[in-house]
Protein backbone atom coordinates (compact mmCIF):
# COMPACT_ATOMS: atom_id res chain seq x y z
CA UNK A 1 0.00 0.00 0.00
CA UNK A 2 1.68 3.16 -1.02
CA UNK A 3 1.24 6.63 1.24
CA UNK A 4 -1.16 7.80 -1.40
CA UNK A 5 -3.51 5.08 -0.31
CA UNK A 6 -3.71 5.39 3.38
CA UNK A 7 -6.14 7.35 4.76
CA UNK A 8 -4.94 9.71 7.69
CA UNK A 9 -6.88 11.28 10.31
CA UNK A 10 -6.67 15.21 9.68
CA UNK A 11 -7.42 17.53 12.18
CA UNK A 12 -8.85 21.13 11.91
CA UNK A 13 -6.53 23.74 12.63
CA UNK A 14 -8.08 26.72 10.91
CA UNK A 15 -11.68 27.75 8.76
CA UNK A 16 -12.62 31.09 7.15
CA UNK A 17 -15.58 31.66 4.81
CA UNK A 18 -14.74 32.00 1.75
CA UNK A 19 -17.35 33.80 -1.22
CA UNK A 20 -20.91 33.88 -0.51
CA UNK A 21 -21.00 29.95 -0.16
CA UNK A 22 -17.68 27.81 0.89
CA UNK A 23 -14.95 27.81 3.27
CA UNK A 24 -11.34 27.48 3.37
CA UNK A 25 -9.86 25.20 5.76
CA UNK A 26 -6.30 24.52 7.70
CA UNK A 27 -5.88 20.70 8.37
CA UNK A 28 -2.96 19.22 10.12
CA UNK A 29 -2.16 15.79 8.65
CA UNK A 30 0.37 13.78 10.75
CA UNK A 31 3.03 12.07 8.55
CA UNK A 32 1.50 13.66 5.27
CA UNK A 33 4.33 13.24 2.44
CA UNK A 34 3.59 16.35 1.03
CA UNK A 35 2.40 17.27 -2.85
CA UNK A 36 2.60 18.95 -5.79
CA UNK A 37 1.10 22.24 -7.08
CA UNK A 38 -2.04 21.02 -8.88
CA UNK A 39 -2.91 17.70 -6.87
CA UNK A 40 -5.94 17.01 -4.69
CA UNK A 41 -6.98 14.58 -1.84
CA UNK A 42 -10.07 12.65 -0.71
CA UNK A 43 -11.51 13.87 2.33
CA UNK A 44 -13.86 11.09 4.03
CA UNK A 45 -16.65 11.23 7.06
CA UNK A 46 -18.19 8.98 9.05
CA UNK A 47 -21.37 9.66 10.36
CA UNK A 48 -22.39 8.02 14.15
CA UNK A 49 -24.16 4.70 12.56
CA UNK A 50 -21.05 4.11 10.27
CA UNK A 51 -22.23 5.38 7.47
CA UNK A 52 -19.46 6.96 5.22
CA UNK A 53 -19.40 9.56 2.38
CA UNK A 54 -15.75 10.49 0.31
CA UNK A 55 -15.53 13.09 -2.10
CA UNK A 56 -12.36 15.08 -3.66
CA UNK A 57 -11.37 18.22 -3.16
CA UNK A 58 -7.88 20.29 -4.62
CA UNK A 59 -5.79 21.64 -2.38
CA UNK A 60 -4.76 25.43 -2.69
CA UNK A 61 -1.45 24.52 -1.05
CA UNK A 62 1.64 22.40 -2.15
CA UNK A 63 5.20 21.73 -0.79
CA UNK A 64 6.60 19.96 2.27
CA UNK A 65 4.96 20.02 5.39
CA UNK A 66 1.81 18.72 7.48
CA UNK A 67 -0.66 21.56 7.17
CA UNK A 68 -2.49 21.51 4.34
CA UNK A 69 -5.20 23.93 2.64
CA UNK A 70 -8.16 23.25 0.64
CA UNK A 71 -11.66 24.83 -0.25
CA UNK A 72 -15.28 23.82 -0.40
CA UNK A 73 -17.83 24.95 -2.29
CA UNK A 74 -21.18 24.34 -0.42
CA UNK A 75 -22.81 22.13 -2.86
CA UNK A 76 -27.06 22.42 -1.78
CA UNK A 77 -28.32 19.30 -0.37
CA UNK A 78 -25.27 17.60 -0.60
CA UNK A 79 -23.86 14.93 1.83
CA UNK A 80 -20.24 16.06 2.28
CA UNK A 81 -19.98 19.61 1.22
CA UNK A 82 -22.46 21.50 3.98
CA UNK A 83 -20.58 20.28 6.52
CA UNK A 84 -17.48 21.14 5.48
CA UNK A 85 -18.68 24.42 4.87
CA UNK A 86 -21.54 25.35 7.75
CA UNK A 87 -20.73 22.65 10.83
CA UNK A 88 -16.48 21.99 10.98
CA UNK A 89 -14.74 23.40 13.49
CA UNK A 90 -11.21 24.14 14.77
CA UNK A 91 -10.35 20.84 16.83
CA UNK A 92 -12.81 18.16 14.60
CA UNK A 93 -11.33 15.55 13.07
CA UNK A 94 -11.33 14.28 9.43
CA UNK A 95 -9.83 11.87 6.91
CA UNK A 96 -7.69 12.34 4.34
CA UNK A 97 -5.90 10.28 1.33
CA UNK A 98 -3.81 11.56 -0.91
CA UNK A 99 -2.21 13.53 -2.61
CA UNK A 100 -4.07 12.15 -5.41
CA UNK A 101 -2.91 13.20 -9.31
CA UNK A 102 0.33 13.28 -11.22
CA UNK A 103 -1.37 15.28 -15.02
CA UNK A 104 -2.84 18.43 -13.77
CA UNK A 105 0.55 19.65 -11.46
CA UNK A 106 2.82 22.52 -12.01
CA UNK A 107 6.13 22.46 -11.49
CA UNK A 108 9.31 25.11 -11.28
CA UNK A 109 11.04 23.74 -13.51
CA UNK A 110 9.41 24.37 -16.10
CA UNK A 111 10.16 27.31 -18.21
CA UNK A 112 7.46 28.16 -20.32
CA UNK A 113 4.66 30.84 -19.80
CA UNK A 114 1.42 29.42 -17.80
CA UNK A 115 -1.94 29.84 -17.92
CA UNK A 116 -3.85 29.33 -15.55
CA UNK A 117 -8.41 29.30 -16.35
CA UNK A 118 -10.36 29.04 -13.42
CA UNK A 119 -14.54 29.07 -12.66
CA UNK A 120 -15.89 29.50 -9.26
CA UNK A 121 -13.97 27.40 -7.25
CA UNK A 122 -11.79 25.74 -9.36
CA UNK A 123 -9.30 28.36 -8.47
CA UNK A 124 -8.26 26.15 -5.79
CA UNK A 125 -5.66 24.34 -7.31
CA UNK A 126 -4.90 27.18 -9.52
CA UNK A 127 -4.11 28.73 -6.62
CA UNK A 128 -1.92 26.52 -5.52
CA UNK A 129 -0.08 26.89 -8.35
CA UNK A 130 0.41 30.72 -8.56
CA UNK A 131 1.78 30.13 -5.12
CA UNK A 132 4.20 27.78 -5.76
CA UNK A 133 5.43 29.92 -8.68
CA UNK A 134 5.90 32.71 -6.30
CA UNK A 135 7.59 30.61 -3.58
CA UNK A 136 9.98 29.06 -6.10
CA UNK A 137 11.33 32.13 -7.21
CA UNK A 138 10.34 30.82 -11.16
CA UNK A 139 10.91 33.25 -14.04
CA UNK A 140 8.11 32.08 -16.17
CA UNK A 141 5.88 34.02 -17.30
CA UNK A 142 2.29 33.83 -15.55
CA UNK A 143 -1.42 34.86 -15.82
CA UNK A 144 -4.61 34.10 -14.43
CA UNK A 145 -8.03 34.44 -15.76
CA UNK A 146 -10.33 33.77 -13.00
CA UNK A 147 -14.16 33.86 -14.13
CA UNK A 148 -16.70 34.19 -11.69
CA UNK A 149 -20.59 35.09 -11.37
CA UNK A 150 -20.15 38.23 -9.13
CA UNK A 151 -17.26 39.69 -7.16
CA UNK A 152 -18.90 38.28 -3.98
CA UNK A 153 -18.54 34.14 -5.60
CA UNK A 154 -14.48 34.61 -5.78
CA UNK A 155 -12.05 32.57 -3.71
CA UNK A 156 -8.74 33.65 -2.27
CA UNK A 157 -9.26 37.70 -3.40
CA UNK A 158 -6.58 38.55 -0.51
CA UNK A 159 -4.13 36.19 -1.93
CA UNK A 160 -4.92 36.97 -5.73
CA UNK A 161 -4.68 41.08 -4.46
CA UNK A 162 -1.11 40.13 -2.78
CA UNK A 163 0.19 37.86 -6.20
CA UNK A 164 -0.92 40.55 -8.49
CA UNK A 165 0.62 43.07 -6.46
CA UNK A 166 4.15 40.14 -6.77
CA UNK A 167 4.28 39.74 -10.53
CA UNK A 168 0.62 37.67 -11.58
CA UNK A 169 -1.17 38.98 -14.61
CA UNK A 170 -4.49 38.81 -13.54
CA UNK A 171 -7.59 39.32 -15.66
CA UNK A 172 -11.44 39.20 -14.15
CA UNK A 173 -14.71 37.84 -16.06
CA UNK A 174 -18.17 38.36 -14.34
CA UNK A 175 -20.31 35.81 -15.62
CA UNK A 176 -23.85 37.63 -14.07
CA UNK A 177 -23.01 40.98 -12.52
CA UNK A 178 -19.70 43.19 -12.97
CA UNK A 179 -18.60 45.42 -10.17
CA UNK A 180 -19.81 49.02 -10.88
CA UNK A 181 -17.51 50.41 -13.59
CA UNK A 182 -15.41 46.77 -14.99
CA UNK A 183 -14.75 47.62 -18.76
CA UNK A 184 -16.44 43.55 -19.71
CA UNK A 185 -19.84 43.56 -20.00
CA UNK A 186 -20.88 40.60 -17.88
CA UNK A 187 -21.33 37.53 -19.69
CA UNK A 188 -19.68 33.56 -20.27
CA UNK A 189 -16.16 33.60 -21.19
CA UNK A 190 -15.83 33.73 -25.06
CA UNK A 191 -13.44 34.11 -27.56
CA UNK A 192 -12.93 37.84 -27.64
CA UNK A 193 -12.14 37.23 -23.23
CA UNK A 194 -9.54 34.61 -24.27
CA UNK A 195 -7.98 37.03 -27.17
CA UNK A 196 -7.67 39.79 -24.47
CA UNK A 197 -6.96 37.95 -21.52
CA UNK A 198 -4.48 34.83 -22.02
CA UNK A 199 -0.87 34.44 -23.57
CA UNK A 200 -1.21 34.13 -27.35
CA UNK A 201 -0.69 30.29 -28.73
CA UNK A 202 2.22 31.39 -30.01
CA UNK A 203 4.17 32.17 -27.03
CA UNK A 204 2.98 28.00 -26.28
CA UNK A 205 2.10 28.36 -22.99
CA UNK A 206 1.00 25.60 -21.04
CA UNK A 207 -2.77 26.29 -19.80
CA UNK A 208 -4.50 25.06 -16.76
CA UNK A 209 -8.08 25.33 -17.17
CA UNK A 210 -10.14 24.31 -13.81
CA UNK A 211 -13.79 24.28 -12.70
CA UNK A 212 -17.34 23.14 -13.85
CA UNK A 213 -17.78 21.00 -16.69
CA UNK A 214 -19.54 22.65 -18.94
CA UNK A 215 -17.06 25.83 -18.73
CA UNK A 216 -13.98 23.85 -18.61
CA UNK A 217 -15.04 22.14 -21.89
CA UNK A 218 -16.31 25.40 -23.80
CA UNK A 219 -12.80 27.08 -22.37
CA UNK A 220 -10.63 24.41 -23.43
CA UNK A 221 -12.94 24.12 -27.16
CA UNK A 222 -12.19 27.80 -27.84
CA UNK A 223 -8.50 27.94 -26.80
CA UNK A 224 -8.33 24.90 -29.31
CA UNK A 225 -10.03 27.30 -32.20
CA UNK A 226 -7.36 29.65 -30.97
CA UNK A 227 -4.46 27.59 -31.93
CA UNK A 228 -3.36 26.49 -28.68
CA UNK A 229 -2.39 22.74 -28.91
CA UNK A 230 -4.52 20.39 -27.69
CA UNK A 231 -1.29 18.68 -25.83
CA UNK A 232 -0.18 21.84 -24.16
CA UNK A 233 -4.34 22.27 -22.09
CA UNK A 234 -4.59 20.81 -18.68
CA UNK A 235 -8.13 20.22 -17.64
CA UNK A 236 -9.99 19.58 -14.35
CA UNK A 237 -13.41 19.43 -13.88
CA UNK A 238 -16.08 18.98 -11.53
CA UNK A 239 -19.97 18.54 -11.74
CA UNK A 240 -22.32 17.83 -13.78
CA UNK A 241 -22.28 18.86 -17.88
Known sequence: MTTATLWRPASVLTTRSAASHGRVLGLR?????????????DVRLTAEDGYQAVRS????????????ELAVDE??????????????????????????????????????????????????????????????????PMRLLYAV????????????????RNGLVVDWAYSRVAPPGFARP???????TLVASTFASSLEP??????????????????????????RIRTERFGGA
Open 75 to 140: VPDGEVSPYLVQDVRPGDELEIRGPIGGYFVWTPDRPEPVQLIAGGSGIVPLMAIARAHEHSGSSA
Open 29 to 41: VDGWPGNLAGQHV
Open 149 to 164: RSAQDAFFVDDIDRLA
Open 206 to 231: SVYVCGPTGFVEAVADLLVLAGHAPD
Open 57 to 68: YSLASSGPGEVL
Open 186 to 192: AGRVDAA
